[in-house]
């Protein structure tokens, strides 16, 4: 079975055709975002340089501001929904009750459909004359009648509903993996010693889940700082700007307004922000996990 | 590899060459002026014996067309038809090349300042092609237009000219801008078409206490369609000029005049579907066609179901000020190329080819109630509707394109968004509204350097 001779030569290349295209794809085109960032550029004339201005404008673009209070929205509530959400499905199918394989199946079909489906299934029961509002109306709750994507305070957790709805599945397959890790033995024995289910699960599952934990939280925070495609699929950052994300108001800044620089410091405070969210997060819970 | 590191290579050229490309511009632009006072001699006989207009044999270099699609309407690109219709009479080659427009969009300054660009681009007239023109980015065309287009109105030239007298866009077809309605719907309730202001708000009203929507629109993700009640409100109020200069932003967006168009706006305001921030354009046209809505202001693109075909109408928006000059809408399509072509002058025939009644009678065939530029295209090849709306615009007495293309798009974004938000929310939105606007644009403005 061995291709390779030598366990260094086997490294090298596995380890540095990866290296590579991660340069030539992800780090070079970041670093040159950080160079465009200090740039005036409207992609034909001359580029200015005109150094942070790009980033002190963005502190003072009410857009910008909106923007980032609905990312950091996205974060908790997405995250905290999915995660949960996620962890309890997990949990439920774990005990292998009757039909867990459909269930497991059910919940995970989501996840092979893709954001912009996602948004555009949703945003047709969203619709004024949805499914959604017709089935609220047949039901006789005619007064939740809403204008889901259409109302400023509602929009945005429509889209957030229609995102978890697809990434709670993802969440449970992690789960369901590390799930599969938990020592039996160590649970058997906390019940023989009168552990309730919640004292296990808080007390031996949930330690033993960490390290799929610190995958589960990782995986969020991206998604979550990096979402575009489902609001872009599903409001265009509309009504009136109110689903702004940092994503879809980059991707307006450059490909609408042709602001390559101004677009690139938006690129760059999502990278800043994405990585500070993981490194603080991993460097906290690894370690304890290695031990 | 290799493709890998051209391809960045490219990206990094486009920016640092930038200096560069005002050089190559005015290169090409020499050598597109030497070749025109000295025909090429033709080397193939077959393309001159074809009898079409074509002097020049282009069978050997192939000019590559740069042409976007909306999607999801499944028709063909027209663009496709006229390059053949082309390279079956003159021989000569076009290639075709069609992405969905947002793709376009995005591509675009590429397009025009790469090195090796498309030769010919289909866009917009109005500010984003003059921009790339004053820059120096695209080709003269004024041979094209001397020698196959002095019979195009003046107006569509003067779209086609930059600041230095040069023609640098070669008009296809454009639309009317209008409030449409369903004839049936207005005789079974014995509704008039309103000609002014007061009589158009008074149908309005009508109509709401005879259970119909009075104005049927959509603006989710499309809250351009807001803004055209603007610009007609704007121009019926101010009239073209103060009109064009608030887009370049000389006049506030906070002031007297626009707060006068506000308080028009605001008495049609209660008459607006309530759903049009939830339902995208094309859904907000649905109460329309189903005769639950009375009227919607829309461009001659809606779509018209066939069963409607003879059932749809439109009026003029209405009058404010009589002492205002009608002033109407009309976008306007068409082709210019970069002026980094390889083969200038084979675009340059092609675009010649392009002005043509038979190639623009392609373009209008199946996209809604579309005119050609060209004025020579006979009238029974429009239908009904369609002549009204070029009579409609021949009699305005000015034409503007529309507000993004009149300023540029980052200036329409947060005029998009204030427009659809009044729409939405009304009068109680105002303050807001009005100050936000004000506030953007003048981000704009100091990032542009004004």
């Known amino acids: ?291 | 590899m290799s493709l890998v590191i051209k391809k960045r290579g490219t990206t990094i050229n486009s920016g640092k060459a930038a200096g560069a490309i005002a050089l190559l511009s005015s290169l090409s632009l020499l050598a597109g002026c030497a070749t025109a006072t000295t025909p090429e001699t033709p080397t193939s006989s077959a393309a001159n014996n074809s009898g079409s207009a074509s002097a020049l044999d282009c069978s050997a270099e192939t000019v590559s067309i740069q042409t976007w699609n909306v999607g999801a309407s499944g028709a063909e690109d027209p663009m496709n038809a006229v390059a053949e219709n082309y390279i079956a009479a003159t021989g000569n080659l076009v290639e075709v090349n069609s992405v969905n427009v947002e793709v376009f969009r995005s591509q675009l300054p590429t397009y025009v300042s790469s090195n090796n660009p498309p030769d010919g681009l289909k866009w917009l007239a109005g500010s984003t092609s003059r921009g790339f023109a004053e820059e120096g980015l695209l080709l003269d065309v004024s041979d094209v237009w001397s020698e196959h287009m002095a019979d195009f109105p003046a107006g569509l030239k003067a779209l086609s000219t930059d600041s230095t007298g040069k023609q640098y866009f070669i008009p296809t077809n454009y639309y009317w801008w209008a409030v449409f309605y369903r004839p049936s719907v207005f005789e079974e309730n014995g509704y008039s078409v309103p000609t002014t202001w007061d009589d158009f708000v008074g149908l309005a009203q009508q109509m709401e206490s005879d259970g119909l929507t009075p104005i049927a629109i959509g603006t989710s993700g499309a809250e351009w369609v807001a803004t055209a009640w603007f610009d007609y409100l704007n121009l019926r109020i101010n009239g073209a000029q103060f009109h064009r200069e608030l887009l370049e932003g000389k006049h506030s967006f906070n002031g007297p005049e626009v707060r006068e168009v506000f308080e028009k706006f605001a008495e049609i305001q209660p008459y607006f579907d309530p759903n049009s921030a939830g339902q995208e354009w094309q859904a907000g046209l649905q109460p329309l066609y189903n005769k639950q809505a009375g009227m919607t202001l829309m461009g001659g693109f809606l779509p018209i179901p066939e069963e409607m075909a003879n059932d749809i109408d439109f009026f003029a928006f209405p009058t404010i000020d009589p002492s205002i000059p009608r002033v109407e809408e009309a976008p306007t399509d068409g082709f210019f190329a970069s002026a980094n072509t390889d083969s200038p002058e084979c675009t340059k025939e092609f675009f010649a080819y392009l002005a043509t009644a038979e190639a623009q009678l392609k373009f209008i065939e199946n996209s809604g109630a579309q005119i050609a530029a060209n004025p020579s295209v006979p009238d029974d090849y429009y239908s009904e509707l369609t002549r009204k709306g070029r009579d409609h615009l021949a009699g305005a007495a000015d034409i503007t394109q529309f507000y993004d293309r009149d300023s540029s798009q980052e200036f329409a974004t947060p005029a998009n968004a204030a427009n659809a938000r009044f729409i939405a929310q009304g009068e109680a939105a105002l303050e807001e509204i009005l100050s936000e606007w004000q506030a953007a644009a003048e981000r704009v403005l100091a990032e542009q350097g004004n």
């Open chain 1, 1 to 291: 079975m061995r291709l390779f001779r030598g366990d260094r030569f086997a490294a090298i290349v596995m380890l540095g055709l990866p290296l590579l295209f991660e340069l030539v794809w992800v780090m070079w085109p970041a670093l040159q975002s950080i160079g465009i960032s200090t740039l005036r550029w409207n992609g034909t004339s001359e580029p200015t340089f005109i150094g942070g201005e790009n980033f002190t404008n963005l502190l003072s673009d009410p857009l910008f501001l909106t923007a980032i209070t609905n990312n950091v929205k996205w974060l908790f509530v997405f995250g905290i929904l999915s995660v949960l959400g996620g962890l309890a499905l997990a949990l439920a199918l774990h005990e292998q009750i009757k039909g867990w394989k459909i269930y497991r199946t059910a919940f995970f079909a989501p996840i092979a459909v893709s954001f912009v489906v996602t948004g555009f299934i949703w945003k047709w029961m969203f619709a004024p004359t949805g499914v959604i509002n017709t089935g609220l109306d047949a039901f006789g709750l005619e007064h939740l009648v809403t204008n889901w994507l259409g109302e400023e305070d509602v929009a945005l957790w429509s889209i957030v509903v229609a995102a978890t709805w697809r990434q709670v599945g993802y969440i449970m397959i992690l789960f369901l993996a590390g799930l599969k890790a938990v020592d039996l033995s160590t649970v058997e024995a906390a019940t023989v010693d009168g552990a309730n289910y919640w004292q296990r699960l808080r007390h031996v599952v949930l330690p033993a889940l960490a390290p799929s934990t610190a995958t589960v939280v990782a995986v969020t925070v991206i998604d979550s700082m990096r979402t575009f495609d489902i609001v872009w699929s599903m409001t265009q950052g509309g009504p009136f700007n109110t689903t702004q994300v940092l994503s879809t108001l980059m991707w307006r800044e450059a490909f609408g307004n042709y602001n390559l620089g101004y677009a690139s410091a938006i690129a760059v405070i999502i990278l800043l922000l994405t990585l500070g969210f993981v490194i603080v997060y991993l460097l906290r819970a690894i370690p304890k996990d290695t031990k």
